[in-house]
């Protein structure tokens, strides 16, 4: 039995000494994070089951203190895979229920977040004896590239296994099996307890430090370290219409661990990176939310933004015929950012804030008269080019978003495409237009 040992620290991304509390949290966090459930893509669920029945046992393991000392003591592994069989896996309000309280279940803080963050410096992360430690790649993608897809090439940094010795750290590229345990990594310990009293204990093997194999370091090439610095590089498509949470996994292609003998997982993920560019936020992961500074007159008067910075390279006139208040915020469905929710394409909304534009000083009549009939002049602008759309209340889509914030996160919304919206509303007399540059 030379099973390599996990590490059930290093799984739970905690500390050797962190405490009960520090346990409970790193299992809500990583739960969230890998609950199958949550993940309906067949590849990557199969990688999230796995990930999720791995931490389950390391905190059925770590959460026990009389397992966990055992575990302390002598590395061993009680924990048996858990099996989740015909049930199905829990629900995370069963785990949060579980462990008491429901803490932090609402905006789901920090889902941006990647458990494995070895190799990546500064990160904080875990340090661990074991070698065989996923990465993730951060890509920073720009609002257009989003839209219309591109092409990046990215250089990764990871230790691969030693040409010269296989990965064993021995010219004879054969690992060497410790014959103080026999491989085993772990010791039976006899001692006397008394006047013909023995004891025995196991007791981890010091001399592999519980691997069950020793490297001689023959090797040249490594000096016995098993692994040599390498690049990886690799061409990652972004798709058009990209939905920028997706988390791409490059299996067994990073670190080789030399024990096992495989190549850890290397998981790519995206944040946007152009936003000031911009005049806009993003909210509810895919909402764009921009800020109008608009004139009393066209507020009142019935009013059409001519849109043309969307990242999606399209222009937009953005109509209403209400009256918009000061602060008021108007909704349109559909021109937020893509959301791939497994194959299911849907775009979040394009949220417009307005602000009135005020006089910096007060004005006597006159001026008022002319301050407020200031509004913006369209002439120039071929107003056949832009795409029309409405603008709706917020209240239109409520309901839509009370059952997104039921799924805690941030994937959800409906129907695609534009179509359905029964156009724009007739207007009556010329409505105020307004242009942004
Ligand atoms: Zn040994
Ligand atoms: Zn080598």
Redesign the pocket.
Known sequence: MNQPKKDYYSIMEIERDASQDDITTAYRRLAKIWHPDRIKDPEKKKIAEEKFKEITEANSVLSDPEKRKKYDQFGLCDGETPDFGAQGFPDLSEIFGQMGGMGGMGGMPGMGGFPFMGGMPGMGNVNRSNKNVSQEVKIKLKLSDIFNGCEKQIEINYENACEECDGTGSKTKKKKT????N???I?MVVRQIGPGMISQQTAP????G???W?SDSSCTGCKGKCTISSKLNKKITIKKNFDYQTKMCLRESGNFDPDSGKKADIYITFKIGDLDDYEYKIVNDYDIVYEHSINIWDALSGHTIYYKNHPNGKKYALKTNQVIKDDDVKVVKNLGLPNDDDGKLTFGKFIIKYNYIYPKESLNSEQLKTFLKQKVNIDGISTSEYVVETLYDPAHFENESRSRNGHGHGHGGHGGGGGGMGGFPDMDGQPAECRMS
């Open positions: 410790c014959t103080d345990c491989g085993r990594g010791r093997c010091s001399s592999c519980q691997k069950g020793i």
